[in-house]
């Protein structure tokens, strides 16, 4: 057991991967294990791994689905507290940040804690605010719209006992993304203003588009969030309910269909009486 599992998946990464691990391994706090799950890479990613002489470090090698897949698979194995997931060509921020981060951990009463991350480019910070933060503190209403990294989110391990909560493969670039609008319907998230890591912007998430999550976002937000989402706070998702509900009807589930519906129209009553 440790305090923190992190899980890099990996697959022909030789350029980043160096990186990557030395900004782990110059962490002030020590009580981590680093899980590789590598698709299977045909270049020097491998090799450059088994020189570094780490005992934390721990490397599986085997042909996956996809970096989903490959998270799924290393979450399996996995024996810290927390999890936090890290891309190969990302990196932490300083040398502190896991003891900055522990702090608040031991501390937290909430499932899942998140900081911020710099969105970085070939030339440096190119997408966030003044300082180059990307997102800040992210409400349920607004995950829904605007993920949060998952560079910047630690994960309580329990989180992941249950089926429902592993990455489903069929999203292909946005499926952390339903994972965490999942669990903010009924965990509780916190955030903590300090940026965690460095993120390579203009990867999958920003080059595809994920028609399975424009397909099921009403479905996903219907199911987990029900009548909370009649709070005037999700009026920006009163699309998703008014058509996944027109779906439901057309399809001949009435009861689901006029719950969607009452909540829809819930949702538009308070957010025109300004109810809070």
Not at 163 to 176: G, I, P, T
Request: hydrophobic share 40%.
């Amino acid at each position: 057991m440790c305090f923190i599992s992190v899980i890099i998946p990996t697959y022909n990464a030789g350029k980043t991967i160096c990186k990557c691990l030395s900004t782990l391994l110059q962490q002030s706090f020590d009580d981590f294990e680093i899980l590789i799950q590598d698709g299977g890479s045909t270049d020097n990613t491998l090799e450059l791994v088994s020189h570094f002489k780490d005992k934390r470090i721990k490397v599986l090698s085997a042909d996956d689905k996809g970096v989903y897949d490959a998270m799924n698979k290393a979450v399996s194995r996995s024996k810290g507290k927390w999890l936090y997931f890290l891309g190969s060509d990302d990196s932490l921020f300083s040398n502190k940040i896991f003891d900055i981060i522990s702090a608040s951990l031991r501390d937290s009463l909430s499932e899942v804690l998140y900081g911020d991350v710099k969105l970085l480019g070939n030339d440096g910070v190119i997408v966030g605010d003044s300082n180059g933060i990307y997102r800040g503190f992210t409400p349920a209403w607004e995950l829904i719209f605007d993920n949060i990294c998952h560079q910047a989110i630690f994960y309580k391990s329990n989180i992941f006992k249950e089926d429902r909560f592993r990455y489903e493969l069929k999203y292909n670039v946005q499926a952390d993304h339903v994972l965490n609008i999942k669990l903010a319907s009924l965990y509780s998230f916190q955030y903590v203003p300090v940026v965690i890591a460095n993120f390579q912007h203009g990867g999958m998430s920003t080059q595809l588009m994920d028609s399975y999550f424009s397909q099921d976002i009403g479905k996903i937000l219907l199911e987990y969030y029900g009548f909370k989402l009649s709070n005037k706070r999700f009026y920006k998702s009163k699309n998703y309910i008014k058509n996944e509900a027109r779906k439901l009807l057309k399809t001949g589930r009435l009861s689901s269909g006029i719950k969607g519906y009452l909540i829809y129209l819930l949702l538009k009553t308070n957010y025109n009486l300004k109810v809070k």
